[in-house]
């Protein structure tokens, strides 16, 4: 295979990937439009996940070597089995449920975030995570004071944002990687 037809065939899969980071940013748009239906998707995925996580841990007890190692493997995937059940059955009460802890755990990050930022070398990009760090305290107290309301919109605007942000971030890089392979092809070319 020449050069040539090498860079001819990067610029031609980095259309395609271009393509797909479009589609990808669409489908995280629709996500934010639509954030209930995201995050009860996400909810009962979460709960398929946890299910076959069970009859994995179900399924290594039996690999044991001894009888404390089995209960504690079986117990965690009895417990694996109904955390999962219960967000397939119920959705919105894994919604629910799911929107607080995503709060909680938002707060702990601002402390985790501050804390490095406090421990981080001056001039390290240590603002930086002051800056994650108050808005994640922001977003995890916004969250929380208007849960259980902030269920409905909350983790479907997060799970839509990840996907959306994925999309450009596919956009831009295959942009770049099918600009680079033109540039490379016309150089090739002159010489």
């Known amino acids: 295979m020449t050069t040539d037809t090498l860079s001819k065939e990067v610029s031609k899969h980095a259309g395609w990937s271009i393509f797909m980071g479009f589609l990808t940013a669409a489908v995280g748009a629709a996500m934010i439009f639509y954030p209930l239906a995201t995050a009860t998707a996400s909810t ?23 009888p404390g190692q089995f209960f504690l493997k079986l117990l965690l995937g009895i417990l694996y089995g ?24 938002l707060i702990a ?3 985790v975030e501050t804390i490095l930022g406090f421990s ?3 001039g390290a990009g240590r603002g930086w995570f002051f800056l994650s760090g108050f808005f994640s305290l922001l977003l995890g107290i916004l969250i929380l004071a208007q849960w259980p309301v902030s269920s409905i919109w909350a983790i479907g605007t997060m799970v839509g944002a990840g996907v959306l942000f994925s999309g450009i971030t596919r956009i831009v890089t295959s942009s770049w990687v099918r600009s680079e392979a033109r540039e490379f092809q016309r150089s090739t070319a002159a010489a």
């Open 44 to 66: 009962v995925f979460l709960g398929a996940a946890l299910f076959v996580a069970s009859v994995a841990q179900l399924i290594f007890a039996f690999t044991s070597p001894t």
């Open 82 to 105: 109904v955390a999962g059940l219960c967000l397939i059955a119920l959705p919105g009460m894994g919604v629910v449920t799911l929107t607080a802890v995503l709060g909680a755990m």
């Open 109 to 111: 990050e601002a402390v």
């Open 120 to 122: 981080a070398p001056k």
